[in-house]
């Protein structure tokens, strides 16, 4: 760990011997960003040593592409003392047109043992689509990864932080047992997903702004709403791993901030009048519509009172709410808006029995 393997902004970090090891941390106890020199990083195991100095979400991009738009993120939440048992302590997000899509990995967390003062060891074993993460215990994989979600499969090693790291080791091709393929996905077989939908271009849709709706007056009906209409263009769009609707893979991070709106559409035919059980979670507001009637709305703004468990994630544990589908076809509208981190939805029927999904 010494200055002529890493590239970092001037003035950011220093090299020093630290409990007997020759290390790195923040000028002043600051956040740095240290990029390895002269190195593409595919398949192999990445080890490390970090003492947690600092507050924060210490940790590694790794296969980042060049211009650090896309790439994975392995990362500890860094906030004091934690118990084993909790869930938060290790997250991986993929990096999506330079944006952590944190908030839709709810799955990709696990808990640790963690040294508050001292090294904590830190191995990540990747091979293709997968990668196992080693904390301390170097038996026992603390978190798996069974699908890596970034389109880059090589890329650059950066770490960051306001941490001190030591003894960082690449293994090039050192897999271990770790097949490449995706692992197992239990979504894929569960029916009751729904996995097809239609989706618009998103529009801008400012803040504090609401949707504008064909609802009844006391004098006459509105005219003009901001639902879709003929006009409307639409594109297909496929559930991705653990029955994700992706929008930020589509649409990306708007450079200039601000508030996003987009449709999306499925019909979900009824062999009878029934009521069925929708699960729903959403980044980071919806409005839902069954057949042209305002059915529920809700947000999930992350760090609010009002922010859905688990912490503002995307999660089926968001919420639920009844679907009265009427006998043959019905149409399903969510309008989805984003402004913060990651931006997408899954949904899931309480049953299928009687139904078909588009």
């Known amino acids: 760990m010494n200055d002529k393997h890493w590239e970092y902004e001037p003035g950011t970090v220093e090299f020093f011997e630290n409990r007997g090891i020759q290390a790195v941390r923040g000028k002043d106890g600051g956040y740095f960003v240290l990029k390895l020199k002269d190195f593409i990083f595919e398949n192999g195991t990445i080890e490390f040593d970090v003492e947690l100095a600092g507050t924060g979400f210490p940790g590694i991009n790794f ?84 699908v890596l979600e970034s389109k880059s499969d090589k890329g650059l090693v950066l770490l960051t932080g306001n941490v001190i790291y030591a003894n960082f080791r690449i293994r090039p091709g050192a897999m271990e047992d770790l097949p490449a393929e995706p692992g197992y996905d239990p979504t894929t077989t569960d029916t009751r997903y729904i996995r097809n939908w239609m989706f618009s271009e998103p529009i801008d849709f400012e803040y504090g702004r609401d949707l504008v709706l064909q609802v009844p007056t006391m004098y006459d009906e509105i005219k003009k709403s901001d639902l879709p209409d003929d006009k409307t263009s639409w594109k297909p769009i496929k559930v991705e791993h653990r029955g994700l609707v992706n929008l930020s893979r589509e649409y990306g991070l708007k450079r200039e901030g601000g ?52 912490k503002g994630r995307c999660s089926l544990e968001n919420t639920s709410f009844d679907l009265p589908l009427a006998e043959g076809d019905n149409e399903l509208l969510i309008g989805v808006g984003h402004f913060f981190y990651g931006w997408g939805i899954m949904a899931r029927l309480d049953e299928t029995n009687g139904l078909t999904l588009d």
Not at 74 to 92: A, C, E, K, N
Not at 273 to 287: A, H
């Open 63 to 146: 296969r980042m592409t060049e211009d650090l738009l896309e790439g994975e993120n392995f990362y500890i939440r860094s906030f004091g003392p934690v118990s084993p048992l909790s869930r938060t302590t290790l997250q991986y997000a993929s990096i999506i047109d330079s944006t952590t899509t944190w908030d839709l990995t709810d799955e990709y967390q696990a808990g640790a043992k963690i040294t508050q003062e001292g090294w904590n060891h830190v191995k990540l074993v990747v091979h293709g689509k997968q990668m196992k993460v080693y904390v301390n215990d170097m038996d026992k994989p603390a978190l798996h990864v069974p």
């Open 259 to 310: 508030r996003r709106l987009v449709w999306l559409k499925t019909n979900i035919s009824s062999d009878k009048q029934q009521i069925r059980n929708l699960k729903l979670g959403f980044n980071d507001e919806v409005w839902v519509f069954l057949n042209g009637k305002l059915l529920y709305m809700d947000k999930n703004y992350f760090g609010t009172p009002g922010q859905k468990y688990p």
